[in-house]
C-alpha cells in the first residue's frame, strides 16, 4: 500500500470503533474503565450509544480483551447487529485498533472513527461535523480543541522550568477518523502511538484539525466521572 491511494468515494461506508481492552489504572478502581457506572449504565454504554444511534455509521466495532468477561453480562440487545464486539485486543491502544482493524475485514477505501470508550458525553452534533468536513478530505482528521490554558514545563523537583507558548497547540479528541487501509498502514508502521494522528503523521501526512468542544472530554480520574454524569443528565433533560 502507498501513502496515495484511490478512493471510491461513492462507495466508502463509515463505521466505528472502539478500543476497550484497557484497564486505566489512574482510576484507582478494580473494574476495568470502561465498566464503571455512568448515570445507570457501564461508561462505556454512552460512547455506544451515541455511535450506534448516528445513521450515517455502517457498523461499531468494540474491540475487547480476550478475556474479557464482563462485555456479554450487560445487556446490548438495543443495538442490535450494528454492535459487533471483536475479542482481539492488545497491550496497547494502537495494538488494540490494529487488530480491530484487520479483523473486521473492511474494505481498504472505508472510513473508520477510532473513538475512546471513555468519552461518554459525544453528540450526535460532534459525529455529524467530524464525517461532513472529513468525508471529502484525502488524508483524514480528529475532532480536537485550541489549547486553553497556560501551558508550564515542570522539572524533576516539580516546580515551573518554564512556560511553553500554547499559539497553534490543539488538544486532541476522539473520534479520529481515517480511511481503513491508511490507518492499518500506519498503525503497522508505528505502534508505539497514544493516537491514531500520530501514527499517520509519521507517514508524512497532515490530519485536518475539526473543531470541537470541550464537554467532549476523556474521562481519566474519578472526579471526571461526576462532571460527565452531570452533562449526561443535563444533556437527557
Not at 4 to 16: D, Q, T, V
Not at 73 to 90: A, H, I, M, N, V
Not at 136 to 144: H, Q, R, S, W
Not at 159 to 188: C, K, S, V
Request: with cysteine; hydrophobic share 45%; net charge negative.
Amino acid at each position: 500500500m502507498g501513502n496515495l491511494l484511490i478512493y471510491n468515494r461513492i462507495m466508502s461506508e463509515f463505521h466505528a470503533l472502539v478500543p476497550a481492552a484497557g484497564f486505566g489504572a489512574r482510576m484507582g478502581h478494580e473494574l476495568p474503565k470502561q465498566y464503571l457506572p455512568l448515570a445507570g449504565q457501564p461508561l462505556i454504554f454512552h460512547a455506544l450509544h451515541t455511535l450506534c444511534s448516528s445513521p450515517e455509521l455502517a457498523t461499531v466495532f468494540v474491540v475487547l480483551a480476550p478475556d474479557d468477561t464482563l462485555f456479554h453480562t450487560y445487556d446490548w440487545s438495543r443495538f442490535g447487529e450494528k454492535l459487533q464486539p471483536l475479542y482481539c485486543g492488545g497491550a496497547t491502544r494502537a495494538e488494540s485498533v490494529l487488530n480491530g482493524l484487520l479483523a473486521s475485514e473492511l474494505e481498504p477505501d472505508d472510513w473508520v472513527l477510532v473513538h475512546d470508550a471513555a468519552r461518554p458525553c459525544l453528540t450526535q452534533a460532534h459525529l455529524a461535523k467530524l464525517i461532513a468536513e472529513l468525508r471529502g478530505d484525502e488524508v483524514g482528521g480528529i475532532l480536537a480543541v485550541p489549547v486553553a490554558d497556560t501551558l508550564k514545563r515542570s522539572d524533576e523537583l516539580q516546580r515551573i522550568a518554564g512556560t511553553e507558548e500554547r499559539a497553534g497547540l490543539w488538544q486532541a479528541q476522539t473520534p479520529q477518523m481515517f480511511r481503513a487501509a491508511l490507518l492499518a498502514q500506519a498503525l503497522q508502521q508505528c505502534r508505539q502511538v497514544t493516537d491514531e494522528a500520530s501514527a499517520v503523521e509519521a507517514l508524512g501526512l497532515r490530519p485536518r484539525l475539526v473543531l470541537s468542544e470541550t464537554t467532549n472530554f476523556k474521562v481519566t480520574y474519578p472526579q471526571d466521572l461526576l462532571l460527565a454524569e452531570l452533562l449526561l443528565n443535563q444533556k437527557s433533560n
